[in-house]
């Protein structure tokens, strides 16, 4: 009986071995399994606190309602070449102009015009000699209900010399309207009218 037990050990010890020694490669991976269901959604967090009220800013300066226009500024291709009626004839000459639209311009106002030189407005018309070749160079304007026309031309010393109707730069102009009746005061007071300046610090200074 304990030779069969031995016997049989023996054997059951070698098929173990045999099927050990047997073993093959690892076989290839499996499918990936269905993706699983979504958990349930995470509860909503906390609403953070309100910010500080910004400060208020600082009131402004009241403005003055008799001081009306606008600072513009006119590329130079902005002019365009018009034929402009000569005075008592019926001869025309040709100009450059621009046309500023403004509702505050009418026949009860009255407006000064700038034009820009370096650092200074200069009243307008303008008309400039130069020393070294005798050239001139005028910058005009003129007014309509609506409207603030302004003029531009440049012509060489020679007499029939070449004549431009645009300048080669930009320019930017400034006009205040204002009504007839403060022009009064403003003469009454020796403002100097060809001061830009002069005029706008009078105006608001002074409300009617």
């Not at 370096?118 to 609506?146: C, H, M, W, Y």
Request: a positive charge; charged letters at 15%; one cysteine or more.
């Amino acid at each position: 009986m304990n030779k069969f037990y031995r016997v049989l050990s023996v054997v059951t010890l070698t098929l173990s071995v045999a099927l050990w020694s047997c073993k093959g490669d690892q076989g290839p991976v499996g499918p990936a399994g269905a993706t699983g269901a979504q958990g349930a959604a995470g509860t909503n967090g906390t609403n953070g606190k309100d910010g500080t009220n910004g400060t208020n800013g600082t009131n402004g300066k009241d403005g003055n309602a008799n001081v009306k226009g606008s600072e513009v500024t006119v590329k130079a291709s902005d002019w365009k070449t018009i034929d402009a009626p000569g005075l008592g004839t019926g001869s025309t000459g040709k100009t450059g102009t621009f046309v500023v639209t403004d509702a505050n311009i009418k026949a009860t106002t009255f407006v000064f015009a700038y034009v820009k030189v370096g650092t200074q407005f200069i009243a307008l018309p303008r008309v400039v000699i130069k020393e070294t070749d005798g050239s001139t160079e005028q910058v005009n304007f003129g007014i309509e209900t609506g409207k603030l026309n302004l003029y531009y031309v440049s012509q060489t010393a020679a007499i029939g010399g070449s004549k431009s109707y645009a300048p080669q730069t930009d320019l930017v102009f400034s006009y205040v309207v204002i009504e007839k009746s403060n022009l009064v005061n403003l003469q009454a007071e020796g403002v100097n009218l060809r001061s830009r300046d002069a005029v706008l610090t009078y105006l608001q200074e002074h409300k009617y």
